[in-house]
């Protein structure tokens, strides 16, 4: 099992940067694909960006690419979402995720608490 808990989320102005982090906690970290998902309000939870294991492959959702970056320190237990040219439809509550390749919420297993990333036009 892991548990996940995300860290560096806050308030940014358009066109700003954030740096969203997951520490992850438990057995063979490097073995899960992970991913980042985020909800708003009223929404659905939806894909961001995943990583796999070795890092070797990473996808993104079409409306972050370019801005967004995910990578992965199997070292640390770590995953990160490097956020640029922030827009305000980018708030939400940025989970991250741990599970097999996919881009679906039922592909991932375990979840951490969100982190709120507020965007202000």
């Known amino acids: 099992q892991l548990q996940l808990v995300e860290s560096g989320g806050g308030l940014v102005q358009t066109g700003g940067s954030l740096r969203v982090s997951c520490a992850a906690s438990?057995?063979?970290?490097?073995?899960?694909?992970m991913g980042w998902f985020r909800q708003t309000l009223g929404k659905e939870r939806e894909f961001v960006a995943s990583?796999?294991?070795?890092?070797?492959?990473?996808y993104y959702v079409d409306t972050v690419k370019g801005r967004f970056t995910i990578s992965r320190d199997n070292a640390k237990n770590t995953v990160s979402l490097q956020m640029n040219s922030l827009k305000p439809e980018d708030t939400g509550v940025y989970f991250c995720?741990?599970?097999?390749?996919?881009?679906?919420?039922?592909?991932?297993?375990?979840w951490g608490q969100g982190t709120q990333v507020t965007v202000s036009s």
């Open positions: 995720a741990a599970g097999t390749t996919g881009i679906s919420k039922g592909d991932y297993a375990y």
């Open positions: 438990g057995r063979a970290f490097s073995r899960y694909n």
């Open positions: 990583i796999s294991g070795n890092g070797a492959d990473v």
